[in-house]
């Protein structure tokens, strides 16, 4: 015979749920700071004269995802000054993104060019 819950409620006391608890850990050793990340990386396009803006900021939509405004931007900083930060990344990060860039390939607007950009990538500390 199954008793109902007025019933059973009626009839016998309800004892509450205890709540579950992590087990008591004694004092010991205190815990220390994650260790630190490694320091980020630059990504670093160097300048040269066999490739057009477009190409660059061709490139820097494909490779990073870069609007063309920052391309043009960074086109206008690497003709400029010879160089330009294009990205800071984890180490791993920069030497992919190293390699992507100087994979690329000639820029067909260009006959005469036969190479990728270079790039280089240095500590951000």
Known sequence: ???????????????????????????????TAPPALEPPWHVILLDDDCHTFEYVIEMLFVIFGHSKELGKRMADEVNEKGRAIVATVHKELAELRQEQIQEYGPDPRIPACKVSMRATIECAD
């Open 1 to 31: 015979m199954r008793l109902s819950d007025a019933t059973r409620s009626a009839t016998a006391p309800v004892t509450p749920r205890q709540p579950r608890v992590a087990p008591h850990r004694p004092q010991g050793k205190p815990q």
